[in-house]
Every structure is written in C-alpha cells, then in structure tokens.
T-cell receptor, first 116, second 113 residues
C-alpha cells in the first residue's frame, strides 16, 4: 500500500521569504517521491523526484526537497519565494519495491500564495 | 522532445449524452498512459491506466470507459453522462519504470448540464 499526506491546505508566504510545503508518506517498500505544481486551468508540471542517493534533491524553478526517512517526509522548499510561485502543489509517492506498480498516489494538494 | 495533447480544452454536455475525450503523445514509444479526474481543483482520482495497446486497468467502477487503439492514443468515453461526471479530466504519460515521473496534458474541463 502507498499513501501520501499534505497536512496544509493553504500556505501563505511573503515574497522573498523562504517557503516550505510539507509532505509525509507511507509505503511498504522503498519510496519513490515526486513533487508537481499546477497553475490555474493547466495540467500538473513535474518539479523534482527522489529515487535514491542524496537526501536533498534539486529541481525546476529553484525548488528543492529534502527526503527524511526517519520522519517519512519529503518537504518542498525554496530559499526565496516569488509571486509567480503562487500555485497548487502536489506531492506523490510510488512504492518502488512493488514490481509492476505503475501508479502514483497523489496528495490532496497545498495552495501556496506568495504575498507581495 | 515529448509532448502530450488533450482535446477539447472545454466541453459542455447535457445529461445522458455520450462522451469522447482524446489524448495523444508524441516523441516517445510504448508509454504508460493515464486518465485522472480532478474535482474542485484539488486531489486527483486515477480512473484508468494502460501499459500497452489494448491493455486497460480500471481503478474506479463508474459509467466511464477507456480505450487505447494505438500506441500513443488514449480515449476516455461514456455512453451516457451523469451530472457527477463534471470535472477536470487530465491525461498523463510516463516511460515504463517505477522511477519515471508522469507528464500531464493541459486537461479538459467538462461541465454537465
């Protein structure tokens, strides 16, 4: 089984401040973790993924995410927020130990608003 | 590079009418293909996925069906739409493999009247 939780429906951050969007996961085997961003009336865009290796993963648009196995978390971060970062963010997980598992499980999304 | 196309972008249909939404992928071969529904701009519900031509897995029993007549074509259909079928429908593709991300089209907003 695989599941993911995004505990915050809404996050507000002042422009220029660091931002964090939280994600925790649950899988039976090895977690493969992904972050996506969605702008209004658009599809989801892939930002970054963690499969194995370095716990800090860098992705598109200056975003990064930190994998923490002991806390089963994969929080999305950016050092300095831009107004254009305002969007809906989704965390997703796949059980990498489950051969033939081609499905991602998505969180319910966190709406990030950057305040000018 | 790979691209994914979905059409139409917006659709308004009466209750009881049929539905056909199409999705095509370019620039890759033998992709995994997925149909999702997103309600009220929030969570995604996986409806169908396919790992090859003619191979369809259904995740949620409902009055929708999917077909994959060609390698890079994925179609979502219904014989009779219900009010509850309204939503934002997203198609996605990925390379085969558990470490591969999915890539999404821009969606179809379906309104049932």
């Amino acid at each position: 089984a695989q599941s993911v939780a995004q505990p915050e429906d809404q996050v507000n951050v002042a422009e220029g401040n660091p931002l964090t969007v939280k994600c925790t996961y649950s899988v039976s085997g090895n977690p493969y973790l992904f972050w996506y961003v969605q702008y209004p009336n658009r599809g989801l865009q892939f930002l970054l993924k963690y499969i194995t290796g370095d716990n800090l993963v860098k992705g598109s648009y200056g975003f990064e995410a930190e994998f923490n196995k002991s806390q089963t978390s994969f929080h999305l971060k950016k050092p300095s927020a831009l107004v254009s970062d305002s969007a809906l963010y989704f965390c997703a997980v796949r059980d990498g130990s489950n051969f033939g598992n081609e499905k991602l499980t998505f969180g319910t999304g966190t709406r990030l608003t950057i305040i000018p | 590079s790979q691209t994914i196309h979905q059409w139409p972008a917006t659709l308004v249909q009466p209750v009881g009418s049929p539905l056909s939404l199409e999705c095509t992928v370019e620039g890759t071969s033998n992709p995994n293909l997925y149909w999702y529904r997103q309600a009220a701009g929030r969570g995604l519900q996986l409806l169908f996925y396919s790992v090859g031509i003619g191979q369809i897995s259904s995740e949620v029993p409902q009055n929708l069906s999917a077909s994959r007549p060609q390698d890079r074509q994925f179609i979502l259909s219904s014989k009779k739409l219900l009010l509850s079928d309204s939503g934002f429908y997203l198609c996605a593709w990925s390379q085969a493999g558990r470490n591969q991300p999915q890539h999404f089209g821009d969606g179809t907003r379906l309104s049932i009247l």
